[in-house]
C-alpha cells in the first residue's frame, strides 16, 4: 500500500494561481503512474492530468495550458502548479498513485477559486 498526503489547496482569485504537492511512501513500485483528479460538488472525479514514472504527461482539455504536472522520483513527490485558475476549477483535487497492483489515492485538498 501507498501512502499519498496533498497539499498546497487554498482560496484564490480568478486568475490566480496555486500549487499542489503529493507525498508518497510506502511499497512504491518502480514503474508507476501518479496523477491529480478533481471531485466538484454535485459531479464525478475526473481526471486532471497524469504523469509516469518516464515522465510522460497527459492532461484534461479543461486544463491543457494551464496546468503543469511534474515529479520527482527520488523525493517521491507528485506536483500541479495550476495557473489561470477559473471558477469552474473548484473542487477537491486527489493524488492517485497507480502501479500493477492496484492505485491508492490521497485525502484530497480543497481548491476555491473565486470570481
Known amino acids: 500500500q501507498v501512502r499519498l498526503v496533498e497539499s498546497g489547496g487554498g482560496l484564490v482569485q480568478a486568475g490566480g494561481s496555486l500549487r499542489l504537492s503529493c507525498a508518497a511512501s510506502g511499497s512504491i513500485f518502480s514503474f508507476n503512474t501518479m496523477g491529480w483528479y478533481r471531485q466538484a460538488p454535485g459531479k464525478q472525479r475526473e481526471v486532471v492530468a497524469g504523469?509516469?514514472?518516464?515522465?510522460?504527461?497527459n492532461y484534461a482539455d479543461s486544463v491543457k495550458g494551464r496546468f503543469t504536472i511534474s515529479r520527482d522520483n527520488a523525493e517521491k513527490t507528485v506536483s500541479l502548479q495550476m495557473n489561470s485558475l477559473k471558477p469552474e476549477d473548484t473542487a477537491v483535487y486527489y493524488c492517485?498513485?497507480?502501479?500493477?497492483?492496484?492505485?491508492?489515492w490521497g485525502q484530497g485538498t480543497q481548491v476555491t477559486v473565486s470570481s
Open positions: 492517485k498513485y497507480s502501479d500493477y497492483r492496484g492505485a491508492d
Open positions: 504523469i509516469s514514472s518516464d515522465g510522460s504527461t
